[in-house]
């Protein structure tokens, strides 16, 4: 099973990226591709040197926001792809995220996956758990995710999602930020979620991140995400 693993990167900390790669390349299951997409880094140079190191491909774009350059990796994913991953560029995975996913994802078919995860801080030491939630029907799983998206809030996090590549044949990222919940109202409409209850991601968090200093345009934003998919449910 052939998976293609998307990392997006903006001006991320390089000390912060070389770890995010680090985490890729001493995953059990190895029969992958990763591509970093830089969507514009000042120092793409330097960006694109510790990519090669690692030996993953690098893709290079004028800055478009996370939602294009999410989808240029989709668009560049290798045509014998199965499955597509993310991983944000200051997070980390368990070695065995890919090996659990696989395993899951032929017990478990069509189905896009997401697991519990960790937080840590700026040193990368564990200050808590995300409340990640499974459910026994998809019914409640929707219910909760657009009772979540009316509080600017989601509990699937896309670092630790693990997708069909025939989702995005159905969808597609849009939206400079917010993509991630604009995608994940959308697909779930044709597509079912399943929860593995392991914890295969720390993700970082900063006091000062690009989420803080946009925070008040978020609410904003989300109004317009939920809207249009509203719009899409009704059809």
Not at 139 to 147: Q, T
Not at 148 to 155: E, G, H, I, K, V
């Amino acid at each position: 099973m052939k998976i293609t693993i998307g990392v997006p990167i903006w001006n991320q900390n390089l000390k912060y990226f070389r770890e995010c790669l680090e985490s890729i390349k001493s995953q059990t299951y190895q029969d992958f591709e990763c591509i970093v997409l830089d969507d514009g880094s000042d120092n793409k140079e330097e960006v694109e040197k510790i990519t090669k190191e690692f030996g993953f491909k690098y893709i290079y774009q004028e800055n478009q926001g996370i939602g294009e350059a999410r989808q240029s990796i989709v668009d560049n994913a290798s045509k014998e792809t199965n499955y597509i991953a993310f991983l944000s560029s200051d997070d980390l995975w368990d070695e065995k995220f890919l090996e659990t996913m696989i395993k899951t994802a032929k017990e478990q078919p069509k189905k896009i996956l997401y697991s519990k995860y960790y937080l840590i801080n700026e040193n990368g030491e564990i200050i808590g758990d995300a409340n990640v939630q499974g459910f026994n029907n998809h019914e409640d799983f929707c219910i909760a995710c657009f009772e979540a998206s009316y509080r600017n809030n989601m509990f699937v996090c896309f670092s630790t999602t693990f997708f069909p590549k025939q989702v995005f044949e159905k969808v597609k990222f849009k939206y400079r930020f917010g993509e991630d919940l604009y995608f994940l109202l959308i697909s779930m409409k044709d597509f079912q979620y399943h929860l593995v209850p392991e914890y295969f991601l720390k993700y970082r968090v900063f006091n000062n991140t690009t989420t803080s200093k946009i925070r008040s345009k978020i609410g904003e934003n989300n109004e317009k995400i939920i809207k249009e998919v509203r719009e899409y449910w009704e059809k």
